[in-house]
């Protein structure tokens, strides 16, 4: 099993910037990817940014520019940078662990509100 602990949304005005942040403990293995879903109200989930242990990154074409996905492989932390915020970017922001085969894991979520 693993659990993965979120923070760092809240309310921020259009053109505004957070961070996210996501620790995971518990059966982690060398191997795998961490990254950032999000899901606004009435729309499904989807992916925002994704990285694998060697530094590979994915992005949203939406997103590409103003977010950066990072992650701190001693720590099992994976950051996201959220920087030129627009109010489409409201939505519940969920952390994602997993391996190349293997369950997804899933945080508890966070809120991220872009609003004037």
């Known amino acids: 099993q693993v659990q993965l602990v979120e923070s760092g949304g809240g309310l921020v005005q259009p053109g505004g910037s957070l961070r996210l942040s996501c620790a995971a403990s518990?059966?982690?293995?060398?191997?795998?990817?961490m990254g950032w879903y999000r899901q606004a109200p009435g729309k499904q989930r989807e992916l925002v940014a994704d990285i694998t242990n060697s530094g590979s990154t994915t992005y949203a074409d939406s997103v590409k520019g103003r977010f950066t996905v990072s992650r701190d492989n001693a720590k099992n932390t994976v950051y996201l940078q959220m920087n030129s915020l627009k109010p489409e970017d409201t939505a519940d922001y969920y952390c994602?662990?997993?391996?190349?085969?293997?369950?997804?894991?899933w945080g508890q979520g966070t809120q991220v509100t872009v609003s004037s």
């Open positions: 994602n662990y997993h391996r190349p085969t293997g369950p997804n894991y």
């Open positions: 518990g059966r982690i293995f060398s191997i795998n990817a």
